[in-house]
């Protein structure tokens, strides 16, 4: 037992320690020179986007790895796979599925242990595994429903390839940065100092506010309502999975199946 | 739950009256039933989970034409559902919480109610609370004496959580036990009697430890430390009963003794009183009512005369005794005392009267005097002489003797009897104690080497016996010489 056999020493490490502060500079330098170069003309208003997915969400997979003690070279390695698609992708339709770059990075990681810290590499129950599906299929039933029924958004297949490249942005840097640094960092630090309630506080309302902020989310009230709401619930279930399953894969599920659900819909 | 939560979804869907339809209230029955079940978490979930499932028919309504009555309703349905999960899960959590306190205090008064030492009645504890209390592992320790006992492992080490709190006296709570993927939640609670940590309960979880729990497990261990206090002083207690018991034993046991001594003592000098007696009064009605011739009435006179003095030593050692049981020291007129006159002077006494055993004297030439009473001197060598004869075989020698110490004078005196059994020689000197194989065969009050010894350490001496079965015994007395000048 731990409490017998073990020191107990006092907490010393900061909430915030183990930032990579210098590989962050570099992604806020990178996408600030892209976005001026657009500004004047020398790029392509595309390049915004690539450096826009490679910053932000490099930026979350890079201080994920850093505070489950990985190697630096691995976020950099992740940085540059994101950069890689997000490029490719701009180029057509099968450019998506370069995003599965980011994820076979993760998982090869993740195999030789070295994600331990984040919740994944363990073996997870299918129990977990059909746990996360169903809260994301919930979620995704009950936004396509009310949507349909209150703002008249609808199913639409007839954008396969818009959903296809979403999909494989979902994939490759959308819910994977997010869980991997909202919950397997953010949360899992947060409540081995304070309860489960303030950690799932802090985790999810910075997982909302990243959103909130990102310029993809359209604008609208009723959308930015529809999204809080929505994103607070799929955030505070993401924490609760991983807090009772131990693993980040029932989250990462979770958030696939609402975001397949929701890059379905279209008006019309 | 869940499918009691569809099946109103569903009538609602069907019944087309939108956020009005009566069928809303048929929430409350899987909301209530999951309250019930899983307590607050239940009722909370299946709560928003009736929110959620009812939000579609609810807020299109507001969406077309505002707050209608029909949403308004709706939206009190929300709040009717909100509410009730919530507070009828609090109350099911609370009840629950306040059962299982009632169930593992009385489980606790079960552990402890029969005799135990500590370590037993901690594991007894550990296992009553640890299917109760719903933690993954759960620690007793208390202090004994300078110790630790564990229940639920094996020692404290130095630095832990235990360890603090039991130095420390405060409940503590770490939100990161350990070094799993999530942490685990410790929490370790003093066991308080009378002011004191006596001990500590520590608990894990992978999980939370609300507020409210630690505050009973705090509780807890104050009602722990109590119980294990109350157990300790009932132990102490049983064991001081105990052993007042058998000291009660023991003292009936040797007063029955001392009386059995005593009635038999009294039997004994009764018969040793009797005999001079007797002899004194035969012969001096023979004198009185016979003429008898000058040398017979000399040979008479000499009896009565040995027969007297019997009876005066008798009275004496009595006298002696009374004084020994009182706490007195027998009364002594010291004076300087040479040795072997002494010596001389007792054996002529034996000699006077039938001879049935030699007596060899060898003193050391040029022997100290010593600072001796003359008549206890005379008692003492009475006394052992008496005994060298009566335990040895007739025609034996008894050997009696004085030797320089140091700055004393050791007199012994030495038979060739049957030897004092081992066991026996311990005690050989205690008032009214007489040796198992001689209470049988030969006279004597048991009183003899009680008055000796008695009567050597007045005079400052030492008495020692030695003896060896069918060799014989030889008695040692070491009485201080005089070292002043010659009056």
Redesign the interface.
Known sequence: ?????????P?TGRLFADTPLALLVVLALGAATTWALVELGVLAPPAMHVAGVTAGHGALLATAFAWARVRSGSGVVVVALLGLAASVNALGVFGAFAYLGPPLWVAWLARRGRL??L?LG?PVSLRCVLAGAGAGAFLAS?LL??TS???GVHVRLDHMSEVLAALGYDVGANVLAAECFFRGALF?RA??????TVAATLATTSYVVRYLVDPLLPKSIELVVGAVFYLALLGAINCWL??WS??LVPGLLSALVFFAAYRTLGSG | MAAGLAAVTALIALDGAGPASLFRHAYLVPVVMAALRFGAPGGALAAGAAV??S??FV??EI?RSGLTPDAAEGLVTFAVLGIVGALSGVLRTRVGRHRRRYETLVALQRALADEATLDVALTRLRAALAGRLGFD?L?L?ARDGTGLV?A??D????????A?VLDSGIPEL?????S?????R?F?APLVAGGQAIGVL???R???I?AEERAALEALGAHVGLALENARLASRQRLFAAELAEKVRAARQELEELDRVKSTFVAIASHELRTPLTALQGFSELLALRRLPPEEVSRLAGIMRREAKRLGRIVSDLLDLSRIERGLDPALCRIPLAVEPAIVATVDLFRQGTVTHPIAITCEPSLPRVDADPDALERILTNLLSNAIKYSPLGSVVRVGGRAVGGAVAIEVADAGRGIPAEALGRIFEPYYRAPDAAGTTHGTGIGLAVVKALVEAHGGAVRVESAPAIGTRVTVILPAFHGPVP
């Not at chain 1, 409540?191 to 489960?196: G, K, M, V």
Request: net charge neutral.
């Open positions: 037992m731990w409490a017998l056999d073990q020191p107990c020493a907490r331990a810290g919740g363990a009950h429903v009310s029924r209150t703002l899992n409540q081995r100092r304070w309860s489960f991983l807090w131990e693993s | 959620l499932l939000a579609p807020l299109p969406e592992d620690v320790v564990v639920g492992g020692r404290v080490a130095p630095g832990s959580l235990v603090r770490v939100w990161d036990a350990g799993d993927v999530l942490s685990r410790a370790a520590a608990v894990e992978k999980g939370e609300p």
